[in-house]
């Protein structure tokens, strides 16, 4: 290696430098540390004690921890879908050439810049039972579905909307609802690969007479498949790790625990029970979990994803 | 971009997410924020004259980065939880300690989500000097060894168990040694709404004594129906549907046997309670009452289910009285000791405590200070301050004569009387009660949801008893070995 290389490799390594410090002290040490811990009984405060594999034994015993892997794992097959459809679909008409085009994306950026706590505060009250607005919307959508159309007339009078909070069945559906309404982020990543779509592709496609739907369907989303397979991955990781906002929402994940979500548990497990180790062994099965099914993603879109040009 | 370069990029990402999920409690963390931070700032006004020369309008100049006074003294850090009004009193009464002595000065801090920023704190080996946690907890903060033993202290400045209301003392008391020291303590009775009584023809000076009264009574103050809606409700135990853990100690339960350490979730006491309290969901409905709570608004605001009068009665704390004042007029209420079963009557006078505290982290700098400043808030005097300023009682068994005249609280005296009472039920002395706690809560939802009382309560026994073997195994090698 000459004079001039090895100056560049030594700038090279010093400008990564921080970085790499960085990354070491506050990722890669606690990681490691976390999988020791996972071995280990550990409170803290208290030197750990090495345990072996116990923690993993119990976990694999544990029925709220079993529970609260079931809700996430429930919680994410309704809510990935849906926010990808949602998302999709919403970029895709604010991607339109209209009049006020970008006041449009602001509106459906908003909501994802409002910190997490004042969103779930937010919902506490639209999804009030007896007068949140959501219920309210959806008495007075039904009793005009019944006024116009008699068949459709709720049979039991006694009938009333979901009662989100205290209902075991709509904990995680309100959730999902909650979730759709923040996909702005989602949309600004679609938005941008929406401006990578060739446009001859769609000069080529008019030529030989698509029409919008085939365009959408056999130009638009080939060209964003590398976005949506992006948008998908991140998904998984995100659902796995829902927290704030049923932390703040569903104490404890009432009623019943049908809102106790994985990363509730393990902080439950880590701070109030003070079970450092057990909690750490949470973490590395949550970290496989994701990354098996991230993997799996991966695999399965890749024969579906097209990279452009 | 190639296969391999996709895989790389796509680990990298999964590292970081997977890291970021392991350490998901510091992602928490960040959650609560350190709020409203007291320091002694050096503020340059104009002065008032000036202000008149210049004839314009007021002018403070905001420095971006305020300079903290250096202190003479040795100062004490104090974190605390409280804001507000709380925290205003607990201001006070540093203050008043500062100005007692030219030693020590206390600083307090405001601080979220304590517990959890002490122990990092602590474990990091920079806790604070105190910090006022919760008493429910001295277990598992004295089994974690989070904090000192403050016995040798006690002992050396002449501090007595008798000065102290026995139910509140007891809470300070775990394997042999205290633990921390009371800063203000709280207790539950029976909240009427007078009114409400007289148009239900009762008279609101004979409230329930016994919990078949209070039954009996809540069924007449009920106006609507199962069928129709609810527009009142005389009691329900959900309502505010805070100590749904320990609904059993209403009927003589305990939630484990100290002589031979076994989880008591489902004894016949609890079994009893938990069933009583599943009477209210069969016999009222509980679709029909979930739809009436649905309108009920948060507990700080005039919706308030009681203080809007769609609950008649509830089970409130000697901190009621602010929120009735706050948003409340001519609210006619009374306080009355909880009712006991008719068949136990030895169990009159029941009442919940609990009570805030104030500890000395492991490893603080200036336990000197710190033991002072505790001191301090140990006197009548520091006490009466700040319990008045919280409107609270006091845990002493010595209270001035100013303190009740100046209590704005009617029935100050009830509450404190109430925590005297020996069936002054303080939560129970183990470090996995806030576990044991959730199980209970998850419990009371299962078992309002019509499950089967004896089978719920047996499976939480199930689930906490090897927890509680363990427990009482590494507090018995403590113990043995002398520590701490």
């Given at each position: 290696m000459n004079e001039m290389k090895r100056k560049e490799a030594l700038s090279g390594f010093l400008f990564a430098l921080p970085w790499v410090i960085g990354f070491s002290v506050f990722l890669l040490w606690p990681l490691m540390a976390s999988l020791y811990y996972s071995f280990t009984d550990f409170s803290v405060l208290q030197p750990p004690v090495w345990v072996g594999v116990q923690n993993y034994v119990e976990l694999a015993q544990d029925e709220v921890f079993l529970k609260s892997l079931t809700n996430t794992f429930v919680f994410a097959a309704m809510a990935l879908p849906l926010g990808l459809v949602f998302s999709i679909s919403l970029a895709l008409l604010l991607n339109a050439k209209i009049k006020g085009q970008a006041l449009y994306r602001t509106i459906f950026f908003i909501p994802s810049i409002v910190p997490p706590v004042s969103l779930a505060m937010l919902w506490l009250f639209l999804f009030r039972p007896e007068i949140g607005l959501i219920n309210v919307a959806i008495n007075q959508v039904m009793d005009a579905i019944g006024a116009l159309f008699p068949l459709f007339r709720q049979p039991n009078p006694n009938w009333n909307p979901p009662d989100w909070f205290n209902d075991p069945a709509w904990a995680k559906p309100a959730l999902v609802v909650m979730g759709l309404w923040g996909v702005g982020n989602a949309i600004v990543i679609y938005l941008a690969g929406l401006q990578n779509v060739p446009q001859p592709l769609y000069e080529a496609a008019d030529l030989d007479g698509a029409t919008p739907w085939q365009k959408t369907w056999n130009v638009t989303l080939p060209m964003l498949s590398p976005v949506i397979q992006f948008n998908l991955v991140m998904g998984v990781i995100g659902s796995f790790q829902v927290f704030t906002i049923p932390y703040i929402m569903f104490p404890g994940g009432r009623p019943e625990r049908a809102a106790m979500f994985y990363s509730m548990y393990l902080y439950d497990n880590a701070?109030?029970?003070?079970?450092m180790g057990y909690a750490s062994a949470m973490g590395w099965i949550m970290f496989i979990i994701i990354f098996i099914l991230t993997m799996i993603t991966l695999r399965l879109s890749d024969k579906k994803v097209h990279y452009g040009s | 971009m190639s296969g391999s370069g996709k895989l790389g990029g796509a680990a990298l990402v999964l590292l970081l997410a997977g890291s970021m999920a392991v350490m998901e409690g510091g992602g928490a963390l960040a959650l609560g924020r350190v709020v409203n931070p007291v320091m002694q700032v050096e503020k340059t006004v104009v002065g008032e004259a000036d202000k008149e020369a210049q004839g314009g309008p007021e002018f403070v100049p905001v420095t971006l980065f305020p300079t903290i006074k250096p202190s003479t003294r040795s100062v004490v850090t104090y974190w605390e939880k409280w804001t507000g009004f709380e925290g205003d009193a607990m201001r006070a009464v540093a203050e008043a300690f500062n100005a007692s002595q030219d030693k020590y000065e206390v600083r307090i801090l405001t601080v979220s989500n304590i517990p959890t920023k002490v122990t990092l704190a602590t474990a990091g080996g920079i806790p604070p000097d105190v910090a006022g946690l919760f008493g429910p907890n001295i277990t598992q903060y004295s089994m974690q060894n989070l904090v000192m033993p403050l016995d040798e202290l006690i002992k050396r400045d002449g501090i007595k168990e008798s000065d102290y209301v026995p139910s509140y003392w007891d809470m300070l008391n775990v394997d042999g040694k205290i633990w921390a020291m009371p800063s203000t303590p709280a207790s539950t009775a029976l909240h009427i709404n007078k009114k409400h009584f007289r148009e239900a023809g009762?008279?609101?000076?004979?409230?329930?004594?016994t919990i078949e009264e209070l039954d009996e009574v809540a069924k007449k103050m009920t106006s609507g129906s199962r069928q129709e809606g609810y527009k009142r409700l005389g009691f329900i135990p959900a309502e505010p549907g805070w100590w749904r853990d320990r609904f059993g100690y209403l009927f003589g339960?305990?939630?484990?046997d100290p002589a031979t350490g076994k989880v008591t979730a489902d004894s016949p006491e609890n079994v009893r309670a938990y069933t009583w309290t599943q009477s209210y969901s069969t016999n009222y409905g509980r679709q029909a009452i979930t739809d009436f709570q649905g309108g009920f608004g948060s507990f700080s605001s005039p919706q308030n289910a009681y203080l809007d009068g769609k609950v008649s009665m509830v089970l409130q704390g000697v901190w009621m009285h602010n929120f009735i004042r706050q948003f409340t007029k001519d609210f006619e209420w009374a306080a009355v000791p909880f009712p006991y079963p008719a068949d136990q009557p030895q169990l009159a006078n029941q009442t919940y405590v609990d009570m805030d505290i104030l500890v000395i982290p492991r490893g603080a700098k200036n336990v000197e200070g710190a033991w002072a400043f505790i001191k301090y808030v140990q006197s009548q005097e520091g006490m009466e301050l700040l319990c008045l300023g919280q409107r609270k009682h006091s845990p002493l068994t010595n209270v001035s004569q100013e303190f009740w005249d100046k209590?704005?609280?009617?029935y100050v005296r009830l509450f404190y009387d109430l925590a005297k009472s020996p069936n002054a039920m303080a939560p129970p002395?183990?470090?996995?009660w806030p576990e044991y706690s959730g199980e209970m809560n998850n419990a009371f939802d299962r078992i309002n949801n019509g499950a089967d009382v004896k089978e719920v309560l047996a499976a939480v026994t199930k689930r906490m008893q090897p927890r509680l073997d363990k427990e009482l195994f590494l507090r018995r090698k403590r113990l043995e070995a002398g520590q701490p």
């Open positions: 701070f109030p029970f003070q079970r | 009762l008279d609101p000076e004979n409230p329930p004594k339960a305990k939630m484990w209590h704005e609280n009617p002395k183990i470090g996995i």
